[in-house]
């Protein structure tokens, strides 16, 4: 693709970030305490909404039920657009109550799964005040022993649980379903990997759609091919970008895996150019999203980080010359086919990136005008230094 046009492709790229991103929040052993991090969805927002400003290409925030709380939503959804933000996915939270110890939408006692599913109800409530259009769902899910639950009854219990869900969905509203390998159970996960995913999507409805988090995989697992294959079904329905070097360890995307994003937006360039129009729908309605959890990083800066890195790497996926590398796949020319991808992964795509932002008027180096700001010592003096305890925010 010529420069020009790769500018202009520039323009569409959209980048979700995390209401929980932007609070303290950390591992399990410790969380330590960032001055001016976010106390409060409100403040979760205007961070939100200074990463937008500074890239151009973050106008959506994540919400996580119940971390961010409001008795009024319609406000929040008014709050967030006088700032030029838009409120993105709704994420239930289905493993930090007492009941959820043997599981959630799966667990073996009806009042729990009930439970469970009102307040997904509850959330998807909240999406129609929000205008959001994606419901988020992870479940904690799974067991720790064998023999401790029959493992096809959690299947049956999970999917007429799912399919409560996703009979109350608004009309164009959207269930992405999230799978992880493990944790925190280590025997057995009820939605441990894509298949398991894509199966129970295919069950609910078109509307059900899976979620790939880069975390949630096995060492050496070909998160490109599962989203190629995802894409093709019309079933690829989001990512949660983040990077990791043993499983969910939720650091900045791109950092230890920048041939692996790069690879994974070769997928969705080509998807979004694909000659089949259900291929370019479903590449066209991706919910790129970051689900990331900074603890000894400067927060805004991790954001800012994390959604260029994704920029940098649409553009060189933008770059890949596909007519000549579908020729030589083809021909079954392996290395010159993996030398017209490389050249796209090699290329220094930093000067058109300063162009693309000089266009649109925004700073050349969106994190060194954050630092020049004086908006970190602002919210500092204003918001303090929170105290921070465990590992998950609360
Ligand atoms: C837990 O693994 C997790 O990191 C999932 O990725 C969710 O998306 C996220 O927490 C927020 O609930
Ligand atoms: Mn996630
Ligand atoms: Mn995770």
Redesign the pocket.
Known sequence: MRPEEVLERLKTQRIET?S?GYGNSGTRFKTFPAPGAARNVWEKIEDAAEVHRLTGIAPSIAL?IPWDRTEDWERLKRFAEERGLRIGAI?P?L?QEEEYKLGSLAHPDRKVRDKAVAHVLECIEIMRATGSRDL?L?L?DGTNYAGQDHLRARKHRLREALERVYAALPAHGRLLL?Y?FF?PGFYFTDLSDWGTAYAHCLGLGERAQV?V?L??HAQATNIEAIVAFLLDEGRLGGF?FNARRYA?D?LIVGTTNPFELFCIYTELVQAEEDPDPEVRRTAQEVAYMI?Q?HNIEPKLEAMLYSVLNCQEAYAKALLVDYVALHQAQAQGAVLEAHRILMEGFRADVRPLLREFREGLGLPVDPIQAHRNSGYLQRVSAERGTASAGGGFPS
């Open positions: 995390p929980w996580h994420n939270n493993f988020s992870w904690a999230e992880k944790e979620l988090d975390g949630h949660h969910d939720d689900d959890s």
